[in-house]
């Protein structure tokens, strides 16, 4: 077995995983501000970014990015006013900004607001029936937007609600079932809606629930990998959901999941490219997602990445299975049910590789610590993925 000590020396390594099995990350135009606590919707195939912080000011300000000419154009300003950390969504041809706060005058919001792409204009609907607040979450389903936690006055709040844009209405749903908190994540696949992670009073979060809006209930879902996180971020790309990035205390994380609906677990995928990745905007134009600017801290960025996921470059025929190897937890090794010759990979939880090796029927894994894993079996043109925690 060779134990690989440092990744700095193997970045062809990196990327050829990414570039298979993982998806890839790269750099397009810089967002023409350094903006982050920002908001974000797509429609018709552009990206939307508004309002936002620089450490100095807020702002109302939108941009609209176009993917196909790779470019950034201003258009109307929010009327609603200057802030940072709204929330949107987008129904049909229709983005939907809300809520956010403005700390240079202490005002925290709950109205909403229409941006028709088309006109390049503003039109304000119903205000949210709830107290003003900053940092919640939103995303919509069937042409219904729901929003919901966030925190306004040092309370937290766990309500949920629905948005229907036909008759400008809200209607209160079941509260989200987690604790009441704030810069938690969301979306919206296979007919249900995720939330989860955040922070409320100094306690971050790693948790996640589905809400099925046909019945109107929450169920609990599994956790994202080990680390707690607040400002992460969390798109849906080809019909798969994709959550990473944020920050726990004084770590910043860089890792991205993958969340496999049937099998409710998370699969580690390509980790952002810098350190860092918190505090920004995300959004998705169906085929690619793109993370912009963000850090919430000095320097605050004005960069761009583009994620394409699963993008296979060769006759790689890949598998996810779980039930080739046991124990699992392991503690010391792990023990694998296959065939033939070939070669061993394991990669953490933020996509680096930690150990790689010729194919063994029993893997030590003594030298790892507590956490979730996954073991890339490589035979002839067969990658097989097999996910696996460490306990002790």
């Known amino acids: 077995m060779t134990h690989i000590h440092t990744l700095l020396f193997a970045p062809a390594l990196l990327l050829s995983i990414a570039s298979t099995a993982q998806g890839t990350w790269a750099p397009v135009a810089d967002h023409p501000g350094q903006w982050y606590a920002q908001a974000a919707f797509s429609v018709g195939g552009k990206g939307y970014v508004c309002t936002g912080y620089n450490a100095s000011q807020n702002t109302a300000k939108l941009w609209e990015y176009d993917p196909a000419l790779d470019t950034w154009t201003e258009k109307a300003s929010l009327p609603g006013g200057a ?4 929330s949107a969504f987008a129904i049909g041809d229709t983005g939907y900004v809300m809520g956010g706060w403005n700390n240079s005058t202490s005002t925290f919001f709950n109205d909403l607001w ?8 503003w039109e304000q609907k119903a205000s949210l029936p709830a107290p003003p607040r900053f940092a919640g979450v939103a995303f919509s389903m069937d042409g219904i937007g729901y929003y919901g936690t966030g925190a306004g006055n040092a309370i937290y709040y766990n309500d949920f609600h629905a948005y229907d844009p036909v008759t400008d209405t809200w209607m209160q749903k079941t509260h989200f079932p987690g604790n009441a908190r704030r810069w938690a994540i969301g979306f919206a696949v296979d007919g249900k809606g995720y939330i989860g992670t955040g922070e409320s009073s100094g306690v971050r979060y790693r948790d996640f629930h589905a809400f099925d809006p046909l019945t109107d209930t929450w169920q609990p879902r599994a956790d994202l990998g080990s680390t707690n996180r607040r400002n992460g971020y969390a798109f849906v790309v080809d019909g798969h959901a994709y959550v990473g990035g944020g920050q726990d205390f004084t770590q910043n994380w860089n890792d991205f999941h993958r969340y496999d609906v049937g099998a409710d677990s998370w699969l580690p995928v390509s980790a952002f490219p810098l350190n ?3 505090n920004g905007a995300s959004f998705s134009t ?3 997602a793109f993370i912009v600017g963000g850090n919430g801290q000095w320097p605050v960025l004005d960069e761009t990445w583009r994620f394409l996921p699963d993008i296979t470059t060769g006759s790689i025929e890949h598998h996810f299975n779980t039930h080739l190897l046991f124990p699992n937890p392991a503690q010391d090794q792990l023990h694998l049910d296959v065939q033939g010759s070939g070669s061993y990979t394991i990669v953490n939880e933020l996509g680096a590789v930690l150990t790689t090796g010729p194919l063994l029927r029993t893997v030590d894994v003594s030298m790892l610590p507590k956490g979730l894993y996954v073991l890339l079996v490589e035979q002839l043109e067969v990658r097989t993925m097999l996910r696996f925690m460490v306990q002790r």
Do not use: F, L
Request: some cysteine.
């Open 286 to 288: 169906g085929n690619a």
């Open 114 to 121: 229409a941006y028709h792409p088309t006109t390049d204009t």
């Open 83 to 86: 802030r940072q950390y709204a």
């Open 276 to 278: 860092a990745c918190k």
